[in-house]
């Protein structure tokens, strides 16, 4: 026999809050059955869920080298009284 499980049934086994999965539900993102008016799952529909949502593990980055930076020449100061003339 089938065993059938609710939508607050799944929402705890899977950890997620009913309401998220509810919405699922209703935009048609996940596999369900509709009986007596409720959303119902079967062991095959959780699965089915589980794998949908599942991610890969991203690839680490490889660490930056650090680059040179090049040196800035300070510029010799203008006095405090000199003014630039003006043609």
């Not at 089915?48 to 680490?60: D, L, T």
Request: with cysteine.
């Amino acid at each position: 026999m089938i065993r059938v499980l609710t939508l607050d049934q799944v929402a705890d086994q899977l950890q997620v809050k009913p309401s998220w999965l509810r919405a699922r539900c209703e935009g048609r993102e996940v596999p369900f059955t509709m009986l007596g008016g409720s959303y119902r799952f079967t062991e095959t529909h959780v699965e089915a869920i589980v794998q949908q949502y599942e991610q890969a593990p991203k690839a680490r980055r490889a660490r930056a080298v650090p680059q040179e930076v090049p040196r800035l020449e300070a510029r010799t100061p203008r006095g405090p009284n000199r003014r630039r003339k003006t043609a």
